[in-house]
């Protein structure tokens, strides 16, 4: 079990310089919302054993694990590690009601197996595309809970991404690895494509592990930490056996997670040396590309709206880089958002798990977005992309949010 280290407990020192930046501190206004609280209850889940009070549960789950308190943290609590090991405890002694346990264990075992979670996938494609949809929702055979879930699906979801080694397109600048994802790779093809397409233009040979799998970010939310373990240990050795120095993905909660397999892994003496190896070789595609873009893009006239997303400003400190891709685009002009680093709500599954503040949060995004009125909205998560998305449609605003990579894709 990943223990919550009592030294990394201890860096809390209750100051509250954290309770404006914190979310749900926000939207519910309860102190047990706030990480202040939450570093409190996990005091006390440590110290007493047995099954925890109904109540520290609800508050321990009701956090997005966003991070924006480690911005706001002078004393520089590691609240994402300490929350992951909270939530592995409360994964052992808590045991939700079988319908709950029965769509976790589904739904976390979909994404780590490629197969499944391509079928799905392609099914869904199916249901959209053959007509299913629009007469499922004509005939009103789609319950609203089920309706709000399907909310959050890209309106098209293209062919999977094709995990193959590519050549750089000119002269070969660089040799890296390509981390695909499991979502991303699945229902974001069309992105990995693109991504793959701009690094190859900028000098790249690309490769791909074919033996990858899911980052395992989900699971660690969740408090499967064993699984998420296992998953990382199958990516260490795929991309071990590529010889790349340096690993790229396209996905801020990815690459969070990737980062932090040396943390993951920190009590497996086997596994740990490798895990840090691994984990200082991965980069955002904007953090590599922010320092090595050679191509020359198209002047694209559009007024872009850059959205942080959460584990790539507060989990991995990338906001220069991205903003700098964009400003390179001749004709860009970047506006940017009022309280722009707040969370949107997606959060993983968050949104379907806590969507009463999930929607109070995405509505808050939705507007700040509309205050400024953009051409497009960018963003680097695809989490981001699909809650953006769907508070901008239920508030009646045509604004379209697209990848990064694959509004660089088109300009070059």
Not at 27 to 37: F, H, I, K, N, Y
Not at 145 to 164: H, N, S, T
């Amino acid at each position: 079990m990943m223990s919550i280290r009592p030294d990394e407990l201890s860096t809390c020192i209750s100051c509250g310089l954290c309770l404006n930046d914190c979310p749900t501190f926000r939207v519910l206004g309860d102190e047990a919302d706030s990480p202040r609280g939450r570093i409190a209850l996990m005091r006390t889940l440590v110290s007493v054993r047995g099954t925890p009070d109904p109540s520290l549960v609800e508050h321990l789950e009701a956090c997005l694990v966003c991070r924006a308190c480690e911005t706001a943290c002078p004393s520089g609590v590691p609240f994402g590690i300490l929350m992951e090991g909270a939530r592995e405890i409360l994964h052992e002694r808590v045991r939700p009601p079988l319908l709950a346990r029965l769509a976790l264990r589904i739904g976390l075992g979909t994404v780590a197996d490629p197969r499944r979670l391509g079928l799905a996938t392609r099914l869904v494609r199916l249901y959209q595309r053959l007509g299913v949809r629009a007469l499922a929702h004509r005939l009103g055979l789609v319950p609203r809970a089920l309706r709000d879930a399907e909310a959050l699906l890209p309106a098209r979801i293209d062919a999977a991404y094709e995990l193959r080694d590519e050549p750089a397109i000119g002269e070969e600048r660089h040799h890296i690895a390509f981390f695909a994802g499991c979502v991303m790779r699945t229902a974001f093809g069309a992105t990995d494509r693109a991504t793959v397409r701009v690094l190859r233009k900028n000098g790249c040979r690309v490769l791909v592990p074919r033996a990858q799998v899911c980052c395992g970010a989900l699971h660690a939310h969740a408090g499967e930490a064993d699984g998420s373990r296992a998953l990382a240990r199958r990516n260490i050795e795929a991309f071990e056996a590529s010889g790349a120095t340096i690993i790229l993905v396209n996905a801020a909660g990815c690459g969070a997670q990737l980062k932090g397999y040396g943390v993951l892994l920190r009590d497996d003496a086997a596994w740990r040396d490798r895990a840090e190896r691994f984990a200082v070789r991965v980069r955002d595609v904007t953090e590599f590309l922010a320092a090595n873009f050679v191509a020359s893009p198209r002047p694209l006239r559009l007024r872009v709206a850059y959205q942080d997303a959460c584990h790539l400003a507060h989990g991995q400190k990338v906001r220069r880089q991205p903003r700098a891709l964009l400003a390179a685009i001749p004709q860009v002009t970047i506006v940017e958002l009022g309280d722009g680093e707040r969370c949107c709500g997606s959060a993983g599954t968050y949104n379907l798990t806590h969507r009463d503040v999930a929607d109070e949060l995405g509505q808050m995004k939705a507007s700040a977005i509309r205050n400024v009125n953009p051409d497009v909205v960018v963003t680097a998560n695809p989490g981001c992309l699909l809650q953006i998305s769907a508070h901008l449609e239920r508030a009646g605003a045509r604004i379209p949010v697209r990848h990064i990579m694959d509004l660089l894709d088109e300009t070059i």
